[in-house]
């Protein structure tokens, strides 16, 4: 059974920079693609980013130039660098486990979830 769990949220400042982990503890980690995903209060769940499992991402445009997904097959971990934070970034950030090898902006294309964890953006 994959267990996918996130870490590294919290508060940051309009313009600052956070990194999620991702921690996948499922077997055959480098054989699939792996997704951000957020939620913000009162709205529907979005897609962030995705990496494939040659590491081509694939960005929402909302955070394309400001936000970095890579993956370290020999960790079983996907980072999520976000860097010049606002605002609308809040919302609980999830890390998904694809049933695919190729990078996808569906959320029906991921079969394992995260529990998420809280990024904050305020002064």
């Known amino acids: 059974q994959v267990h996918v769990v996130e870490s590294g949220g919290g508060l940051v400042q309009p313009g600052g920079s956070l990194r999620l982990n991702c921690a996948d503890s499922?077997?055959?980690?480098?054989?699939?693609?792996m997704g951000w995903f957020r939620q913000a209060p009162g709205k529907e769940r979005e897609f962030v980013a995705s990496?494939?499992?040659?590491?081509?991402?694939f960005y929402a445009d909302s955070v394309k130039g400001r936000f970095a997904i890579s993956r370290d097959n020999a960790k079983n971990t996907v980072y999520l660098q976000m860097n010049s934070l606002k605002p609308e970034d809040t919302a609980v950030y999830y890390c998904?486990?694809?049933?695919?090898?190729?990078?996808?902006?569906?959320?029906?294309?991921?079969?394992?979830w995260g529990q998420g964890t809280q990024v904050t953006v305020s002064s």
């Open positions: 998904a486990r694809s049933k695919y090898t190729s990078a996808s902006w569906k959320e029906e294309d991921f079969g394992s």
């Open positions: 499922g077997r055959a980690f480098s054989n699939y693609a």
């Open positions: 990496i494939s499992i040659y590491s081509i991402t």
